[in-house]
């Protein structure tokens, strides 16, 4: 066996969805690849399930609900050389697969992989995670680049990945620490496997996959990020700190600089983003500017021409009016005077005396 794929679930649809996903995402033939599931929902929706994979389900265990135990169950039962540690809410890209086995395999300094992640909104939502100086733990960038952007989150070593895709050889697995009730487990395997293995946590960007955070747990009564659990993982990161490897401590540094060379990028196109909008609305307000002017001069326009055209046109108007008067009153004269009018000469005479 090749690959044992290790997962956790309560819920059908969510482990049908993984597996239909996992037939693309894996080039492997069907006998080379075996999933394992931890079963923590009711025996009715066990009936339910769905495998429209090519390879082999067997659920081999049915205990409560405890990542860091039922991960370690399936471990110990996993037949195959390498191992997938994957989230049920999880959908996997085309070719995800195969590339976080590409990256395991390219180096015996790599000891364990990790996916980049987005959010069903296209988000990235893990491109690994970073420890501050108090040890508290959080998602790098988290949010704040687009899937458009991906190309611009380079494969390398970081502190740590999510537990949600995970790949690692079963002759380098170690167990998780049964002392996280629900988170925190998967960030110290990333420290265990450095300090105690001596080899590195890789990010792998080709490794794609959609995931929504905490899609199970939110469904689990009780669940939730709890401060004994923080607490814990800070202790821990003091003693990664104090007693890491210098290839380690390097692949910190390396993610740090990383990320703030990505802030301030991220910065700087904010504020070009901001100026090209405050440009465009000025832009857009002297237009607006503009065609209000352009409105008042073709209206002032408009008001002289109606109060310059009487006065044009009734000047005329009256030499026209009093040339007909004129004229009107001569005809009229040489119709009526007797003085003017010709008298025809009468064909008898009176004679003579």
Excluded at 76 to 95: H, I, K, R, T
Aim: aromatic content about 4%.
């Amino acid at each position: 066996m090749q690959l044992s794929v290790l997962v956790v679930s309560r819920t059908a649809e969510l482990l049908g969805t993984l597996l239909s996903s996992l037939d693309r995402a894996c080039s492997l033939p069907g006998e080379a690849v075996e999933v394992l599931c931890s079963w923590n929902g009711s025996a009715s929706e066990e009936q339910s399930i769905c495998n429209p994979s090519r390879y082999a389900l067997r659920i081999v265990q049915r205990d409560p609900y405890h990542f860091a135990s039922n991960v370690n169950a399936l471990i110990e039962q996993a037949s195959g050389s390498l191992l997938m540690l994957v989230n049920d809410d999880v959908c996997l890209d085309a070719g995800c697969v195969d590339a976080g086995l590409r990256l395991l395999t390219s180096s015996e300094r790599i000891g364990l992989v990790g996916g980049l992640l987005r959010t069903d909104c296209g988000r990235l939502s893990h491109l690994g995670i970073a420890l501050d100086h108090e040890g508290n733990a959080y998602h790098v960038l988290d949010q704040k680049l687009t899937l458009q952007q991906s190309n611009l989150v380079p494969t390398q070593p970081v502190a740590a990945v999510t537990g949600a895709v995970q790949w690692l050889r079963r002759s380098d697995a170690l167990r998780l620490n049964t002392r996280y009730r629900v988170c925190g487990e998967d960030v110290e395997l990333c420290l265990d496997m450095q300090q105690q293995r001596g080899k590195q946590v890789w990010l792998c960007s080709d490794a794609q996959a959609v995931h929504n955070g905490e899609t199970t747990r939110r469904r689990s009564e009780g669940q939730g990020a709890l401060a004994d659990d923080q607490a814990r993982l800070r202790q821990r990161w003091g003693a990664f700190i104090a007693g890491a490897p210098p290839a380690a401590l390097a692949a910190l540094l390396q993610q740090q600089q990383w990320e703030s060379h990505m802030l301030r990028v991220l910065a700087a196109d904010a504020q070009r983003a901001q100026r090209a909008e405050r440009e465009a609305l000025e832009q857009q307000h002297q237009a607006s500017l503009r065609e209000v002017e352009l409105a008042h001069q073709s209206q002032a326009s408009r008001d002289r021409r109606l109060q310059q055209e009487p006065a044009q046109g009734s000047e005329p108007g009256r030499r026209r009016s009093l040339a007909a008067d004129r004229t009107g009153a001569t005809h009229g004269r040489h119709a009526t005077d007797p003085c003017r009018q010709k008298t025809k000469p009468s064909g008898l005479h009176r004679a003579d005396p």
